[in-house]
């Protein structure tokens, strides 16, 4: 909450700039603006694209039909951390230096929007992820300032005070007021009632209810606090990013046979779009919403792991989050389409004409560039976008604004109908217009073009704080698989185990273990013995994975993985997971809660007694998309 010096500071520059004006617009014409953002949110989940006939977006279709939805609407990169420090600075995060996750936090140096605005007269508000904090993967930054002078500990054991915190936290990056967190923890000065907290932010741990809804009524209670006079408020959705997680309010609207991964997604968009509904109608009673400036964006594209396997809810790391990209080619962590380009509206019943949809290509960077200038600041260079109005007013000049991107080994320019794109030695040339999937390269063909957008990108990359990661051509063993897949090229590694283990690697305890040209099965079960198992010694994972196991068992029953790390002399009580076991032939999978950084000594499967065999003709452990270990009897 605002100090009271702070809020007499805030009312002579509203003064200010209600004498001078700015734009053609008063001070007290100056908008309130939100920006909602959500987290892997594919492009095709969006009611008013037309594309999937099972998403239920009425409120977002609305507000498309008052405003302007852009079919080309671009985030700066195709993963959660760099795209976050893109909208919130205004400019291509890798200027200062934040190209991919391993690079947070952003510099407290970066002037970013919200502190912008506050030199305005605007009252800034965050609700939700921030995600442009330290945290326990922040590498480079530990070994400098945490950890400096001391040995990095695994992931798990790493802690960072809040004293090294703060100074990244939202309460330092422009917000006067956040409430700032995922689920059921975070970080605020106000609460979902409206009430305030300490001024420089404490602990809240709300009620366990839909995630999504308590993030609405912070948001909601922000608007309260702070309507009349200029406002700007970043909603930042925890969804459908994974965990998935839904309330029967939501998941009931949603029948009929589907992958349980893609109803929770459905169910968790539905959320963010009652959300928005709530909050137009707010906006609407408190006769703000003609003069309040609305953007929804997407962070990224889905993370399809290749399949979307619809895997346990269980499994709460990485996997298909259920959205979808369709027709786009690609998913998250890649610079094809379908990794960048996403849901994207704009509505400002005072200013925009309602009922627009527009093909031109537009940016994230350019919701700073925009706001900054409606609120009557100078231009500054450090902005890297454009003033989405005037694209919109000349089409012809926003299709000659380069938009640019460069991610791991990967690097990328949309230039009007044309996208080059480089993945290590690969190269590619689409025309979007003719083939948004991306399937027909013209690399070859369009020589001339290829060499204009080639040379576009290389002026870009020069004065980028890191050097390219592709500049060698190698790209790193996910990317690798990306464009096997997506893209049909020889890239040198086959999306497959990266080991193959022997049969013998198991061992049998209380059970007599056999293999034939059938598969590996269990018989003669010792019946006296409290649990039968086998046991494979020395893995290491260090990270969240899934078992699978592809089986037979002639009993229904229950199962059980137990696991022993290198650390622990003894099994842990809570080192296990069960699992029900069904009779007959079934795949089964099983989430295995791995400590980052840490050795399996012992993994066990405890199989239930049955009389007859249990046979066994697969066991693979896989995450984020990759098998990481597979047993084939």
């Given at each position: 909450?605002?100090?009271?010096?702070?809020?007499?500071v805030?009312?002579?520059l509203?003064?200010?700039?209600?004498?001078?004006?700015?734009l053609?617009?008063?001070a007290?014409?100056?908008?309130?603006?939100?920006?909602v953002f959500?987290?892997d949110?594919?492009?095709?989940?969006?009611?008013?694209h037309?594309?999937r006939?099972?998403?239920?977006t009425?409120h977002?279709?609305?507000?498309?039909r008052d405003?302007v939805?852009f079919?080309?609407?671009?985030?700066t990169?195709?993963q959660?951390?760099p795209?976050?420090?893109g909208?919130?600075?205004?400019?291509?995060?890798?200027?200062?230096g934040?190209?991919?996750n391993?690079f947070?936090?952003m510099?407290e140096?970066?002037?970013?929007?919200?502190?912008?605005?506050?030199?305005a007269?605007?009252?800034?508000?965050m609700?939700?992820?921030?995600?442009?904090?330290?945290?326990v993967?922040?590498?480079?930054?530990?070994?400098?300032?945490?950890?400096?002078?001391?040995?990095?500990?695994?992931?798990?054991?790493?802690r960072i005070?809040?004293?090294?915190?703060l100074p990244?936290?939202?309460?330092?990056?422009?917000?006067?007021?956040?409430?700032?967190?995922y689920?059921?923890n975070?970080?605020?000065?106000?609460?979902v009632?409206?009430?305030?907290?300490?001024?420089?932010?404490q602990h809240?741990?709300?009620?366990e209810?839909?995630?999504?809804?308590?993030?609405?009524?912070?948001?909601?209670?922000?608007i309260d606090?702070?309507?009349?006079?200029?406002?700007f408020?970043?909603?930042?959705y925890?969804a459908?990013?994974?965990?998935?997680e839904?309330?029967?309010?939501?998941?009931?609207?949603f029948?009929?046979e589907?992958?349980?991964r893609?109803?929770y997604?459905?169910?968790?968009?539905a959320a963010?779009?009652?959300?928005v509904g709530r909050?137009?109608?707010?906006?609407?009673e408190?006769?703000?919403l003609?003069n309040?400036?609305?953007?929804?964006?997407?962070?990224?594209?889905?993370p399809?792991?290749f399949?979307?396997e619809?895997?346990p809810l269980?499994?709460?790391?990485?996997?298909?989050?259920?959205?979808?990209?369709?027709p786009l080619?690609?998913?998250?962590?890649?610079?094809?389409?379908?990794?960048?380009r996403?849901?994207?509206?704009?509505?400002?019943?005072?200013?925009?004409?309602?009922g627009?949809?527009?093909d031109?290509?537009?940016?994230?960077?350019d919701?700073?560039?925009t706001?900054?200038?409606?609120?009557?600041?100078?231009h500054?260079?450090?902005l890297?976008?454009?003033n989405i109005?005037?694209l919109?007013?000349d089409?012809?000049?926003?299709?000659?604004?380069?938009?640019?991107?460069?991610?791991?080994?990967?690097?990328?320019?949309?230039?009007?109908?044309?996208k080059?794109?480089?993945?290590?030695?690969h190269?590619?040339?689409?025309?979007?217009?003719?083939?948004i999937?991306?399937?027909?390269?013209?690399?070859?063909?369009?020589?001339?073009k290829?060499?204009?957008?080639?040379a576009l990108?290389a002026r870009?990359n020069?004065?980028?704080?890191?050097?390219?990661q592709g500049?060698t051509?190698?790209?790193?063993?996910?990317?690798q698989?990306?464009?096997?897949?997506y893209?049909?090229?020889?890239?040198?590694?086959?999306?497959?185990?990266?080991?193959?283990s022997k049969?013998?690697?198991?061992i049998?305890?209380?059970a007599?273990?056999?293999?034939d040209?059938?598969?590996?099965?269990?018989?003669?079960?010792?019946?006296?013995?409290s649990?039968?198992?086998?046991?494979?010694?020395h893995?290491s994972?260090?990270?969240?994975a899934m078992l699978?196991?592809?089986?037979?068992a002639?009993?229904?029953g229950?199962?059980?993985v137990?696991i022993r790390?290198r650390?622990?002399?003894?099994?842990?009580?809570?080192?296990?997971?069960?699992?029900d076991?069904p009779?007959?032939e079934?795949t089964?999978a099983?989430?295995?809660?791995?400590?980052p950084?840490q050795?399996?000594?012992?993994?066990r499967?405890?199989?239930?007694?049955?009389q007859?065999?249990i046979?066994?003709?697969?066991?693979d452990?896989?995450?984020?998309?990759?098998?990481?270990h597979?047993?084939e009897f």
């Open positions: 909450m605002l100090t009271q010096n702070n809020s007499i805030r009312t002579c509203s003064l200010v700039f209600y004498l001078t004006g700015s053609g617009l008063l007290d014409e100056r908008p309130n603006v939100i920006v959500t987290d949110h594919g492009w095709a989940d969006l009611g008013i037309g594309v006939e099972d998403i239920q009425p977002l279709d609305a507000m498309a405003g939805v079919t080309s609407g671009y985030i990169a195709p959660c951390i795209s976050r420090a909208i919130i600075s205004g400019s291509y995060q890798q200027s200062f934040v190209d991919d391993r947070s936090p510099p140096a970066v002037l970013t929007v919200p502190e912008r605005l506050q030199k007269g605007y009252t800034t508000g609700v939700g992820k921030w995600h442009l904090d330290p945290n993967a922040s590498e480079e930054w530990l070994a400098g300032n945490t950890y400096q002078g001391k040995s990095m500990p695994p992931q798990n054991e790493r005070p809040l004293e090294d915190l990244f936290k939202t309460g330092s990056q422009g917000f006067d007021e956040f409430f700032e967190g689920i059921y975070y970080w605020a000065n106000f609460d009632d409206g009430d305030s907290l300490k001024p420089t932010g809240v741990r709300t009620e209810v839909d995630r999504l809804d308590i993030q609405t009524e912070a948001a909601m209670a922000f606090r702070n309507h009349g006079d200029p406002f408020l970043y909603l930042s925890f459908p990013h994974v965990p998935l839904s309330t029967e309010k939501y998941l009931s609207r029948s009929g589907m992958p349980e893609r109803r997604a459905l169910a968790m968009i963010i779009d009652d959300g909050i137009r109608e707010q906006l609407r408190f006769g703000e003609d309040t400036l609305i953007f929804f964006i997407g962070d990224n594209g889905a399809l792991k399949t979307m619809d895997l269980s499994f709460k790391g990485g996997a298909w989050d259920g959205s979808m990209n369709t080619n690609g998913e998250k962590g890649m610079l094809a389409e379908g990794g960048i996403v849901p994207y509206i704009l509505s400002w019943p005072k200013r925009v004409a309602p627009q949809v527009l031109v290509p537009v940016s994230s960077l919701v700073g560039t706001v900054v200038e409606l609120a009557g600041l100078p500054d260079e450090a890297h976008g454009e109005l005037d919109m007013e089409p012809v000049a926003a299709n000659q604004r380069p938009i640019f991107w460069r991610f791991w080994g990967q690097a990328a320019i949309r230039l009007g109908d044309w080059y794109l480089r993945a290590g030695d190269e590619f040339l689409f025309n979007l217009t003719d083939d999937a991306e399937q027909n390269n013209l690399i070859a063909t369009r020589v001339e290829a060499n204009e957008l080639r990108w870009w020069a004065p980028l704080q890191r050097p390219f500049a051509g190698v790209l790193n063993d996910q990317e698989r990306f464009y096997s897949f893209f049909g090229v020889d890239t040198g590694l086959e999306v497959k185990a990266k080991h193959v049969v013998d690697d198991w049998a305890r209380n007599t273990l056999r293999t040209d059938q598969g590996l099965y269990l018989s003669d079960f010792h019946r006296k013995a649990k039968a198992f086998i046991t494979v010694n893995l994972i260090g990270l969240e699978r196991l592809h089986l037979s002639s009993e229904a229950v199962g059980r137990e790390y650390s622990e002399s003894l099994f842990a009580p809570d080192s296990y997971v069960d699992f076991l009779a007959g079934n089964v099983v989430t295995l809660p791995i400590k950084g050795i399996l000594e012992h993994l499967l405890v199989l239930p007694y049955a007859q065999s046979r066994i003709r697969s066991i452990i896989f995450s984020d998309g990759s098998v990481l597979l047993w």
